[in-house]
């Protein structure tokens, strides 16, 4: 946010009635201070939502960048916003660690005059509006489509969320759910333990799959959603010799798992690119900023996010038809 001197009000004072009366409103000169809060800094996912970051920054001139925590942290997550809501930004585009700690930061946010935009945040309240790449109930049908192609249709499966807390991680797995029973009734839900975390860490991942599959025989898959899961499933499933015999499918980077999709210990990923998503949070805020109208079908300028619509029921998700499947056959192709 620009710092305002006296004598810029007096002047903005007079001059703004000749304004108005000259064009009808006054413009913006679109100079604005816009952060992207990522669930944190290291993470590969958060990496390549930099590059996309920055790339916006160099195409339009704007004073956007990227600020996030050395961890995955809630605590640490709703500090940083504290400290910018303190600095005084125009807006801040949030990928949430948890949904649940973070409302009263955002509110914090929007009653100082900044404008939130979030990522994987749906079921947030204190928001603007969140960008979803896709319908989060058609991402999760379409992981499971995935991971029933791999299992043959038929076994004992389970599923695999960061954290219990994550917004988007759930309803994936939970429309995974939903869509196995109506279209694979082979397929059978682990009752003893439908849901496991990963804590969005590879070797939490692994070795929560090492211990389901010993414990539970039976087992034949493992639903993924975090990056990080579907990697360290697999890592279990080599190390246990049941490739061939237990599967797995979720989301992953192309180059950080080309080695586990050429060998075939899993067979196929389905992701978004995270570039793509960080340009078109920061896009929306411009809008908003602007006094841009959001309805009906927006276009944000992005690949996947041009023809976005309201979720139903909404009138604060848009989403977009950003996603995309990666196997051996392509997954040098996207560059990250």
């Known amino acids: 946010m620009k710092k305002i001197t006296l004598m810029t009000m007096l002047l903005v004072l007079l001059l703004s009635p000749m304004m108005v009366f000259a ?4 413009e913006s000169d679109g100079d604005y201070e816009i952060v992207v809060v990522p669930k944190d800094a290291s993470n590969p996912w958060f990496v390549r939502m930099k590059v996309g970051v920055d790339e916006y920054a160099e195409e339009t001139g704007l004073n956007v960048y990227q600020k996030g925590t050395a961890e995955i942290d809630a605590t640490l997550q709703a500090q940083l916003i504290q400290d910018l809501i303190a600095q005084g930004v125009d807006a801040l585009c949030v990928v949430p660690v948890d949904l649940e700690s973070i409302e009263p930061v955002l509110e914090q946010a929007r009653e100082a005059g900044i404008v939130v935009i979030t990522h994987e945040g749906a079921a947030l309240e204190n928001i603007d509006y969140d960008i979803e790449a896709f319908s989060n109930a058609g991402y999760g049908a379409f992981i499971m489509d995935n991971l029933a192609e791999a299992m043959g249709g038929s076994g004992m499966y389970t599923t695999m969320v960061a954290s ?7 309803e994936w797995a939970d429309a995974g759910v939903a869509h196995q029973k109506a279209a694979y009734p082979d397929m059978m839900l682990l009752e003893a333990e439908p849901r496991v975390e990963s804590n ?5 991942a692994y070795n929560v799959a090492k211990e389901l599959f010993k414990k539970y025989p039976d087992l034949k898959g493992i639903m993924g959603t975090s990056s990080y899961d579907a990697p360290g499933v697999a890592r279990a499933i ?4 049941l490739i061939g015999k237990a599967f797995t499918s979720g989301t992953g980077m192309p180059l950080d798992n080309a080695a586990l999709l050429e060998s075939g210990v899993v067979q196929s990923l389905t992701l978004w690119d995270p570039a793509l998503a960080g340009k078109a949070m920061i896009a929306l805020a411009k809008k908003v900023l602007d006094g841009e ?3 009906g079908v927006v276009d944000l300028g992005v690949d ?8 139903e029921g909404s009138d604060k998700v848009l989403e977009g038809e950003g996603w995309i499947v990666i196997n051996a056959d392509n997954v040098y192709d996207f560059g990250f």
């Open 304 to 311: 996947g996010y041009t023809g976005m619509k309201f979720k």
């Open 200 to 204: 969005d860490n590879g070797d939490v």
């Open 23 to 26: 064009s009808g409103q006054q």
């Open 293 to 295: 109208e959001i309805s």
């Open 238 to 241: 080599e190390e246990l010799g």
């Open 164 to 170: 219990l807390t994550n917004g988007s991680h759930n």
